[in-house]
């Protein structure tokens, strides 16, 4: 079974880039057809989408996020990497990492999920 693990840090001011990384194990990030995907959930709010890597090393942004938006990946420790610069207090979510067949918030697999906190 696929596992996913969300790590980095848990509170970013405002202006800086939030760095976050998803350890994939059960799985390879350049095998299939899957996308990995980082979508979040700020308070009171639904998930949204931000973007994805897929198993081509292909990547897809959410429009309104893609000018701050940046998915990489390092296949020999099989993670990805969600990086968001200039971070605003309306960034503030719980951040999961995802792997399903499309660039959405349906997935097959997800991680349990980090919070982020953007204050100052």
């Known amino acids: 079974q696929v596992r996913l693990q969300e790590s980095g840090p848990g509170l970013v001011k405002p202006s800086q880039t939030l760095s976050l990384t998803c350890t994939v194990s059960?799985?390879?990030?350049?095998?299939?057809?899957?996308?990995w995907s980082w979508i979040r959930q700020p308070p009171g709010k639904g998930l949204e989408w931000m973007g994805a890597?897929?198993?081509?090393?292909?990547?897809y942004y959410r429009s309104s996020l893609k000018s701050r938006t940046s998915i990489s990946r390092d296949t020999s420790k099989n993670q990805f990497t969600l990086q968001l610069s200039s971070v605003t207090p309306e960034d503030t979510a719980v951040y999961y990492c995802?792997?399903?067949?499309?660039?959405?918030?349906?997935?097959?697999?997800r991680g349990q999920g980090t919070q982020v906190t953007v204050s100052s």
């Open positions: 890597i897929a198993y081509s090393g292909n990547t």
């Open positions: 059960g799985g390879s990030i350049t095998s299939g057809n899957y996308y």
């Open positions: 995802t792997s399903g067949l499309g660039t959405d918030t349906d997935y097959l697999y």
